[in-house]
């Protein structure tokens, strides 16, 4: 499994709006339409789909 990054500024406002903290959450794959997450300490992944302005 990949490794995951540390979300930048503006994917940590995107997390905080679903209801996550952004310091347990890394940033495995991060497209147009979705972003791809998980979790630091249990490993759990998540996608969740971007916004639509």
Do not use: C, F
């Not at 940590?12 to 890394?26: C, E, F, Q, S």
């Not at 495995?28 to 979705?34: A, F, L, R, Y």
């Not at 998980?38 to 916004?51: A, E």
Request: hydrophobic share 30%.
């Amino acid at each position: 499994m990949k490794h995951g990054k540390a979300p930048t500024r503006a994917q940590k406002i995107m997390l905080a709006g679903y209801r996550l903290d952004p310091g347990n959450w890394l940033i495995i794959k991060d497209t147009s339409t979705e972003t791809v997450i998980q979790h630091r300490h249990t490993g759990t992944v998540r996608t969740i789909p971007k916004w639509r302005d």
